[in-house]
């Protein structure tokens, strides 16, 4: 299925340097994964995306199940020749959807009915169908179908959704058999200490080969993400990967690398793509902003990607106050490109000795020292 290998660690905290193998290449830990919900990294082609540094993608179960459907995906030959991507990809189960479509859905033991919000027919997901879905579909990781409750909620709510989890769980790997394809639990429990405890505990206790921390960036306060970070990474098991879900800031990284998380992802990247905005050493950056429209420096003179080797600030502010197409692809491709090429400085930093002083949680990662 996978195999990962720690290859050097930070000497003062517990962030490390991985190799995440699969049938379909490696991924060099740690790692920012871009969200390609339905198939695509929305405005960049595959060939783009690679250019990018990405390593692995996201994908997302429950919205590639209602189009096209897992059966014309798995009859063109599976995901990766689907959406011409070769590299590996890690499918979402739905689980988020639970949460993110709470208006049209209805939770019980069994599964989840959803309201599909594009026709209004009813769906029924349970964890064998999730399952199901993701070996058809090919994806090289495949997440374990779980309950992700809401902030705020009361501790009996959360409970319930980590009973939920925990038993939907063991329901997925009964019904996992895709010998190529390695399937994640995910460790619940909303901001209640106990509850991340006994559900990191639980979900460890099922030898998977790796796992994933959720319920995360669902309205909490960021000091209670870095709480969860902290409690539940050392009660993961040492030598499998942790895969921190929905975070794509630079701050919240940094932390969670130093905290010993080895994978990442977020939609923040291409969704200020598409608004017209530029990351920029943990800044954000209008591009609509008059400020640019006679700037005829790169966006960025260090980064590689083709918006910043190719294009000035005066053009893509022209491209975006006309609303062309490109501008918004251009900015995607650089956002993307950011972002991974961080993760892969604090993977260099661990390699040199140097991520303590360069990438440390108590500084801003935007001013960090490292050359990325």
Not at 50 to 59: K, P, S, V
Not at 181 to 187: D, E, M, P, S, W
């Amino acid at each position: 299925m996978i195999s990962f290998e720690i290859k050097s660690r930070c000497n003062s905290t517990l962030a490390r340097v991985g190799s995440l193998k699969t049938t379909n290449g490696i991924v060099k830990t740690p790692r920012f994964m871009p969200v390609g919900t339905l198939g695509t990294v929305k405005g960049v082609t595959s060939q783009q995306l690679e250019e990018t540094g990405a390593e692995m993608i996201l994908a997302n179960t429950f919205h590639l199940h209602l189009q096209p459907g897992e059966e014309i995906v798995q009859a063109s030959g599976g995901l990766h020749k689907f959406m011409n991507w070769p590299k590996p990809i890690l499918t979402d189960s739905g689980g988020f959807q639970v949460f993110s479509l709470a208006k049209l859905n209805k939770i019980d033991n069994d599964g989840v009915s959803f309201q599909n919000p594009r026709d209004g027919r009813q769906i029924y997901l349970t964890p064998e169908k999730a399952t199901q879905i993701q070996m058809s579909l090919g994806s090289n990781i495949a997440m374990a179908f779980d309950q992700c409750p809401p902030f705020p909620a009361s501790e009996v709510e959360v409970e319930e959704a980590c009973n939920r989890t925990h038993l939907w769980l063991e329901r997925c790997i009964n019904a996992h058999s895709k010998n190529d394809q390695a399937l994640f639990g995910i460790v619940q429990g909303g901001c209640f200490s106990n509850l991340r405890e006994l559900s990191a505990k639980i979900v460890s206790e099922f030898d998977l080969p790796g796992i994933a921390i959720g319920g995360v960036s669902v309205g909490e306060p960021i000091s209670q993400m870095h709480k969860i970070v902290r409690q539940v990474c050392p009660l993961l098991p040492e030598d499998r990967p942790r895969y921190l879900m929905g975070i794509g800031t630079f701050q919240e990284m940094a932390i969670a690398v130093a905290n010993g998380v080895d994978l990442f992802d977020c939609v923040i990247p291409t969704r200020l793509g598409r608004h017209g905005s530029a990351l920029i050493r943990g800044e954000t950056w209008n591009l609509r902003n008059s400020r640019f429209k006679d700037d005829y420096k790169p966006l960025d003179s260090s980064c590689p990607c083709e918006a910043c080797t190719s294009y000035s600030r005066s053009y893509i502010h022209h491209l975006i106050r006309n609303k062309e197409l490109l501008g918004l692809t251009l900015l995607s491709l650089h956002n993307l490109t950011h972002l991974i090429r961080f993760t892969s400085a604090m993977r260099r930093a661990i390699e040199e000795g140097c991520f303590s002083e360069d990438f440390a949680p108590w500084q801003s990662a935007s001013k960090a020292r490292h050359t990325w």
